[in-house]
């Protein structure tokens, strides 16, 4: 019968009775492990009144429970939360979160995991102060870090599905007799909210384990070094809280216990002392740097980017936007402190030992701000000098690319940065009311100086993102009511980054007419995995790239608006010898000087192999494989804008692709080379 127990349910009874008897007794892992695969929706309900105690009573015995409680784990599997309640009782609970034994906290995360799947469940957790207390210290204080994840999940995962629309200021921590209740329409009524808030002996907690005044202070209270953990484990969490209700975290909930930590009064919340008062930044580099990271990840965790933007093309209209956390950040001072970093590496305001460490994560920032917050980039302006923020790190990239040897690595963070900025912002600056350009004023651009000779995937992937242009796929813009058109109409600041980016590639392939043979040259070079796929990446880039031709005219600027320079002003910055005019899409390059007489051929050529060698062909792992896919990858997308082509290039090179793409990877067998050596090229 499908119900049957488990063929060696009575020898795992009798071994529990010897242990029962004799805590000294070995636990036998092997017999635990095979009646739990015996165990099965049928037969494991009759078990759950019988051998559940036998199982549970040798906890408080056992010095290494883990066959226990996995075993418990497993029994409890199907069990709701309401019902696991039958089974213990929140001073069990309290007692196994306070137990040293990582296996028995688990234990007892799992239970309280079951209450996140509704509000109803998470309120009765919220109603179990005791419970709720242990949870907070177990999360902070234990020196276990999978205890900690698990523990930051099912807290977070409690106030999640409990976060009601009610403000969590609202305190009301009598709530014994309201877990049975829960949200309307599935949603909570901020009960766990309330009661970390709400209850003056939670809330303190989270300041008093957190805090580096009570360092050593008293019983039970933490080193400095255990409390930088503690503090780090509070930023994971208040990211998610920032993105769950902004405003409990920057209220005042009880004064009089925030004053001791430098909060004053009802002007400042939670989130000022995390992000002002708790973390030593002066003597705690290491702090100081997940500070940092935090800041990035709370401007992604409340981003609201202005999405009013201008009809023209012509310009990236910019008014200014921002958000509650980027408000926040400028607000006590803490953006600016940490773009400093980046920005001022020399200032005498600042430890040269700090730069070193901090000036990688400020560029980290900086790149989430300028991906998230645009619209303010580009209005935002130095405190002190009132000189662009944006002119700052478009200088300091420049510095970093042009002051660098062909033996030093590329600076990843600097490339980062720039790829996150606005293409229209790395053109050159057009100035108004002249009637003639000099040609090197491309020059300006820090994208002129990416080099190309050095073969380094990090300056490869960067041309590949800054020539590609924005996504087709985020070009919808989602209003209410639905406008009365079918056709989704294009944002404005898609198609200016998709002009900036057909002009970047031009200015950039006018600066190295040898792009091409230099990008195969790395792609022929399989031992360099890493350059090679980059470069096919660069080719696939170009190939799919979402390019628009730039304005006809030229429009009034604002202050507020990066104007792109005409189509004629964009030819005149280009030298004679460049090809014009510039092609209007990545397939049209293709099927022209210089990509044609050297891309069709290489990537009708059949891919590198090394068979005879081990790891060669076939083998997935090996870096022929992976080039060779690469390669496949980029005359596939070649192949697919060539059937939306009409030119007579395109219907020659149609039957040519789909021959290599039918071969797979490898063409071996490919005699498309001499087919290239009789086109008119």
Known sequence: MADNPPASLSDLQQHLSDVTENPNTK????????????????????????????????????????PVTSLITTLLRPVPF???????????????????????????????????????????VAGMKEVVSELVILWLCTPDTEVAEKAAGVLGNLLEVDCGTSDAGDIDVDMEDSGNSGGKNGRGQGLMWR????????????????????????????????????????????????????????HSHHADLEAPYGLQGDREGFLDFAAVHMVDTKDDVLMHMTLIDFFAELLKAVSFPDTSMSSSIASLSLSPSSSSSLDFLISRGLHDRTSSYYLDPTSANLDPLDVTFLSSRAATYLSVYATHYPNHLLTAVRTGSNAPVLDSILSRISGALAGRSPRQEAPSYDLHLLTCLPRATLLPRIPPNVSSLPRDLWKSSPVSLI?????????????????????????????????????????????????AARALYTLYLAKEPSLYRTLISYADVVALKETAVAALSLLSAIITANWEPLPHSVEESTPNSVTLPTEDQFISLLPPSAHQPPPPSGISTMLREPALGAVIPYLLA????????????????????????????????????????????????????????????????????????????
Not at 40 to 59: M, R, W
Not at 648 to 657: D, V
């Open 606 to 681: 059949p891919a590198q192999s090394f068979s005879n060698l081990v790891g060669g062909r076939g083998d997935a792992e090996s870096a022929a494989y992976k080039v060779a896919v690469a390669k496949f990858g980029a005359a596939k997308k070649l192949f697919d804008g060539l059937k939306q082509e009409s030119s007579s290039e395109a219907a020659q090179l149609r039957p040519l692709f789909a021959e290599r793409v039918a071969r797979g990877p490898w063409a071996s067998e490919s005699r498309a080379g001499g087919h290239v050596a009789t086109m008119e090229l």
């Open 82 to 124: 309401t019902s696991c309640l039958t089974f213990t009782t929140p001073a069990s609970l309290v007692e196994a979160l306070h137990s040293p034994s990582p296996p028995v906290n688990i234990l007892a995360l799992s239970l309280l995991e079951k209450a996140t799947v509704s509000p109803g469940d998470a309120a009765i």
């Open 195 to 250: 009661r970390i808030f709400g209850d003056r002996d939670i809330y303190s907690l989270l300041f008093s384990i957190c805090s580096l005044k009570t360092a050593g202070t008293g019983e039970g209270q933490q080193s400095k070094r255990e409390k930088t953990l503690s503090q780090a484990r509070l930023l994971g969490l208040l990211q998610r809280l920032a993105m769950l209700d902004f405003g409990a975290i920057t």
């Open 451 to 499: 080099p190309l000779k050095q073969a380094s995937p990090e300056y490869l992937n960067t041309l590949a993102t800054l020539f590609h242009g924005p996504s087709p796929a985020t070009g919808e813009v989602i209003t209410y009511p639905p406008p009365s058109s079918p056709e989704p109409q294009r944002p404005p600041i898609l198609a200016s980054e998709a002009a």
């Open 27 to 66: 636990l036998d892992a092997r017999l635990f492990d095979k009646v739990e695969a015996q165990l099965t929706e049928q037969n494991l309900p009759p078990l759950i009144p019988t051998l559940l105690p036998q199982l549970t009573s040798l906890l408080p015995v056992l010095q290494s429970p883990e």
